[in-house]
Antibody, heavy 121, light 106 residues
Framework: EVQVVESGGGLVQAGGSLRLSCAAS????????MSWVRQAPGKGLEWVAN????????YYVDSVKGRFTISRDNAKNSLYLQMNSLRAEDTAVYYC??????????????WGQGTLVTVSS | DIQMTQSPSSLSASVGDRVTITCRAS??????LNWYQQKPGKAPNLLIY???SLQSGVPSRFSGSGSGTDFTLTISSLQPEDFATYYCQQSYSSYTFGQGTKLEIK
Protein backbone atom coordinates (compact mmCIF):
# COMPACT_ATOMS: atom_id res chain seq x y z
CA GLU A 1 0.00 0.00 0.00
CA VAL A 2 1.35 3.39 -1.02
CA GLN A 3 1.77 5.74 1.92
CA VAL A 4 3.30 9.16 2.42
CA VAL A 5 3.43 10.61 5.92
CA GLU A 6 4.41 14.19 6.67
CA SER A 7 5.88 15.51 9.89
CA GLY A 8 7.63 18.58 11.22
CA GLY A 9 4.89 21.18 11.18
CA GLY A 10 4.28 23.53 14.07
CA LEU A 11 4.14 27.12 15.27
CA VAL A 12 7.01 29.42 14.32
CA GLN A 13 7.55 33.15 14.43
CA ALA A 14 7.80 35.20 11.30
CA GLY A 15 11.37 35.14 10.02
CA GLY A 16 11.98 31.73 11.52
CA SER A 17 12.70 28.35 9.96
CA LEU A 18 11.11 24.94 9.87
CA ARG A 19 11.95 21.66 8.18
CA LEU A 20 9.21 19.35 6.98
CA SER A 21 9.75 15.67 6.32
CA CYS A 22 7.80 13.12 4.33
CA ALA A 23 8.32 9.38 4.75
CA ALA A 24 7.27 7.29 1.76
CA SER A 25 6.51 3.58 1.60
CA UNK A 26 4.79 1.04 -0.58
CA UNK A 27 6.40 2.14 -3.85
CA UNK A 28 9.84 2.53 -5.40
CA UNK A 29 10.57 6.04 -4.20
CA UNK A 30 13.47 6.77 -6.55
CA UNK A 31 11.26 6.25 -9.62
CA UNK A 32 8.99 9.20 -8.89
CA UNK A 33 9.09 12.96 -8.85
CA MET A 34 7.79 14.26 -5.53
CA SER A 35 6.06 17.52 -4.65
CA TRP A 36 4.93 19.71 -1.80
CA VAL A 37 1.48 21.28 -2.11
CA ARG A 38 0.01 23.63 0.47
CA GLN A 39 -3.41 24.86 1.47
CA ALA A 40 -3.92 27.98 3.56
CA PRO A 41 -6.81 27.82 6.06
CA GLY A 42 -10.10 27.93 4.20
CA LYS A 43 -8.35 28.44 0.85
CA GLY A 44 -7.51 26.42 -2.23
CA LEU A 45 -4.52 24.32 -3.19
CA GLU A 46 -1.15 25.73 -4.22
CA TRP A 47 1.75 23.74 -5.61
CA VAL A 48 4.94 24.76 -3.78
CA ALA A 49 7.88 22.74 -5.14
CA ASN A 50 8.88 19.52 -6.79
CA UNK A 51 12.02 17.46 -7.24
CA UNK A 52 13.16 14.99 -9.87
CA UNK A 53 13.61 11.30 -9.13
CA UNK A 54 17.36 11.63 -8.55
CA UNK A 55 17.21 15.09 -6.99
CA UNK A 56 18.99 16.72 -9.93
CA UNK A 57 16.17 19.14 -10.81
CA UNK A 58 14.09 21.25 -8.47
CA TYR A 59 11.31 23.73 -9.19
CA TYR A 60 9.49 26.23 -7.01
CA VAL A 61 6.50 28.53 -7.09
CA ASP A 62 7.70 32.13 -7.34
CA SER A 63 6.49 33.08 -3.85
CA VAL A 64 8.92 30.69 -2.12
CA LYS A 65 11.97 30.93 -4.39
CA GLY A 66 15.08 31.75 -2.39
CA ARG A 67 13.39 30.89 0.91
CA PHE A 68 12.37 27.21 0.58
CA THR A 69 14.53 24.27 -0.45
CA ILE A 70 13.20 20.89 -1.47
CA SER A 71 15.42 17.83 -1.14
CA ARG A 72 15.21 14.06 -0.96
CA ASP A 73 17.12 11.09 0.38
CA ASN A 74 16.34 8.09 -1.77
CA ALA A 75 18.20 5.76 0.58
CA LYS A 76 15.74 6.73 3.30
CA ASN A 77 12.67 7.04 1.05
CA SER A 78 12.24 10.55 2.36
CA LEU A 79 11.36 13.99 1.05
CA TYR A 80 12.11 17.27 2.82
CA LEU A 81 11.17 20.93 2.68
CA GLN A 82 13.47 23.40 4.40
CA MET A 83 11.53 26.61 4.96
CA ASN A 84 13.45 29.77 5.90
CA SER A 85 12.42 33.41 6.34
CA LEU A 86 8.86 32.29 7.01
CA ARG A 87 6.04 34.76 6.55
CA ALA A 88 2.49 34.86 7.87
CA GLU A 89 1.26 34.03 4.36
CA ASP A 90 3.14 30.70 4.50
CA THR A 91 0.64 29.51 7.12
CA ALA A 92 -0.96 26.41 5.63
CA VAL A 93 -1.33 22.68 5.70
CA TYR A 94 1.58 21.26 3.72
CA TYR A 95 0.99 18.06 1.79
CA CYS A 96 3.59 15.71 0.39
CA UNK A 97 2.42 14.25 -2.91
CA UNK A 98 3.72 11.70 -5.37
CA UNK A 99 3.81 12.84 -8.97
CA UNK A 100 3.04 10.62 -11.93
CA UNK A 101 3.28 11.41 -15.62
CA UNK A 102 0.91 9.72 -18.01
CA UNK A 103 1.74 10.82 -21.52
CA UNK A 104 -0.39 13.92 -21.62
CA UNK A 105 -0.55 15.06 -18.03
CA UNK A 106 1.33 15.16 -14.74
CA UNK A 107 -0.76 14.57 -11.67
CA UNK A 108 -0.54 13.95 -7.94
CA UNK A 109 -1.84 10.46 -7.32
CA UNK A 110 -0.96 9.89 -3.67
CA TRP A 111 -1.06 12.47 -0.89
CA GLY A 112 -0.16 12.47 2.76
CA GLN A 113 -2.50 13.64 5.49
CA GLY A 114 -0.73 16.98 5.70
CA THR A 115 1.17 18.85 8.40
CA LEU A 116 0.12 22.28 9.64
CA VAL A 117 2.58 25.15 9.63
CA THR A 118 1.51 28.27 11.49
CA VAL A 119 3.61 31.42 11.22
CA SER A 120 2.87 34.02 13.83
CA SER A 121 3.52 37.67 13.13
CA ASP B 1 1.41 31.71 -15.66
CA ILE B 2 -1.67 29.75 -16.62
CA GLN B 3 -4.77 30.77 -14.68
CA MET B 4 -7.49 28.22 -14.02
CA THR B 5 -11.04 29.40 -13.46
CA GLN B 6 -13.69 27.02 -12.17
CA SER B 7 -17.41 27.56 -12.36
CA PRO B 8 -19.51 27.64 -10.42
CA SER B 9 -17.66 28.38 -7.18
CA SER B 10 -20.44 26.63 -5.27
CA LEU B 11 -23.31 24.44 -6.21
CA SER B 12 -26.30 22.95 -4.43
CA ALA B 13 -27.67 19.66 -5.69
CA SER B 14 -29.63 16.62 -4.59
CA VAL B 15 -28.78 12.94 -4.42
CA GLY B 16 -29.34 11.45 -7.84
CA ASP B 17 -28.74 14.70 -9.75
CA ARG B 18 -26.38 15.00 -12.69
CA VAL B 19 -23.79 17.68 -12.00
CA THR B 20 -21.25 19.39 -14.24
CA ILE B 21 -18.32 21.53 -13.10
CA THR B 22 -16.35 23.59 -15.59
CA CYS B 23 -12.70 24.56 -15.62
CA ARG B 24 -11.36 27.12 -18.08
CA ALA B 25 -7.66 27.75 -18.71
CA SER B 26 -6.16 31.11 -19.65
CA UNK B 27 -4.30 29.46 -22.53
CA UNK B 28 -4.56 26.25 -24.51
CA UNK B 29 -3.11 23.23 -22.76
CA UNK B 30 -4.14 20.16 -24.76
CA UNK B 31 -5.30 17.61 -22.16
CA UNK B 32 -2.89 18.48 -19.34
CA LEU B 33 -5.77 18.73 -16.90
CA ASN B 34 -6.62 16.75 -13.77
CA TRP B 35 -9.48 16.73 -11.27
CA TYR B 36 -9.43 16.15 -7.50
CA GLN B 37 -12.03 15.75 -4.79
CA GLN B 38 -11.36 17.04 -1.28
CA LYS B 39 -13.47 16.45 1.81
CA PRO B 40 -13.14 18.62 4.94
CA GLY B 41 -9.99 17.87 6.92
CA LYS B 42 -8.74 15.39 4.34
CA ALA B 43 -6.14 15.36 1.60
CA PRO B 44 -7.25 15.75 -2.01
CA ASN B 45 -8.05 12.58 -3.91
CA LEU B 46 -7.30 12.20 -7.62
CA LEU B 47 -10.40 11.49 -9.71
CA ILE B 48 -9.53 12.16 -13.35
CA TYR B 49 -6.18 12.65 -15.08
CA UNK B 50 -5.29 13.76 -18.61
CA UNK B 51 -8.74 15.34 -18.90
CA UNK B 52 -10.71 12.13 -19.30
CA SER B 53 -8.92 9.13 -17.78
CA LEU B 54 -10.54 7.70 -14.68
CA GLN B 55 -8.13 7.03 -11.82
CA SER B 56 -8.14 3.45 -10.58
CA GLY B 57 -10.70 2.87 -7.85
CA VAL B 58 -12.81 5.93 -8.67
CA PRO B 59 -16.49 5.19 -9.36
CA SER B 60 -17.57 5.30 -12.98
CA ARG B 61 -20.20 7.98 -12.27
CA PHE B 62 -17.29 10.43 -12.47
CA SER B 63 -16.18 11.46 -15.94
CA GLY B 64 -14.09 14.19 -17.49
CA SER B 65 -13.93 15.76 -20.91
CA GLY B 66 -12.41 18.64 -22.82
CA SER B 67 -9.18 19.81 -24.39
CA GLY B 68 -7.53 23.12 -25.17
CA THR B 69 -8.98 25.65 -22.74
CA ASP B 70 -12.33 24.21 -21.66
CA PHE B 71 -12.82 21.16 -19.47
CA THR B 72 -15.69 19.58 -17.55
CA LEU B 73 -16.10 17.18 -14.68
CA THR B 74 -19.43 15.38 -14.64
CA ILE B 75 -20.98 13.31 -11.88
CA SER B 76 -23.76 11.30 -13.50
CA SER B 77 -25.82 10.54 -10.38
CA LEU B 78 -24.80 12.23 -7.15
CA GLN B 79 -24.26 10.03 -4.14
CA PRO B 80 -24.17 11.25 -0.51
CA GLU B 81 -20.39 10.75 -0.35
CA ASP B 82 -19.84 13.05 -3.36
CA PHE B 83 -20.58 16.24 -1.45
CA ALA B 84 -17.14 17.81 -1.28
CA THR B 85 -14.96 20.43 -2.92
CA TYR B 86 -13.58 19.75 -6.40
CA TYR B 87 -10.41 21.21 -7.91
CA CYS B 88 -8.99 21.17 -11.40
CA GLN B 89 -5.20 21.29 -11.87
CA GLN B 90 -3.14 22.00 -14.97
CA SER B 91 0.28 20.58 -15.69
CA TYR B 92 1.00 22.19 -19.06
CA SER B 93 3.17 24.94 -17.57
CA SER B 94 4.23 24.40 -14.00
CA TYR B 95 1.24 23.44 -11.87
CA THR B 96 -1.75 25.50 -10.86
CA PHE B 97 -5.13 24.63 -9.38
CA GLY B 98 -8.51 26.15 -9.90
CA GLN B 99 -10.08 27.97 -6.96
CA GLY B 100 -12.38 25.04 -6.20
CA THR B 101 -16.08 24.23 -6.51
CA LYS B 102 -17.93 23.42 -3.31
CA LEU B 103 -20.73 20.94 -3.91
CA GLU B 104 -23.36 21.07 -1.21
CA ILE B 105 -26.54 19.19 -0.46
CA LYS B 106 -29.73 20.96 -1.50
Amino acid sequence: EVQVVESGGGLVQAGGSLRLSCAASGFTFNRYWMSWVRQAPGKGLEWVANIKKDGSEKYYVDSVKGRFTISRDNAKNSLYLQMNSLRAEDTAVYYCARGTYSGSSYFFDYWGQGTLVTVSS
Amino acid sequence: DIQMTQSPSSLSASVGDRVTITCRASQSMSTHLNWYQQKPGKAPNLLIYAASSLQSGVPSRFSGSGSGTDFTLTISSLQPEDFATYYCQQSYSSYTFGQGTKLEIK
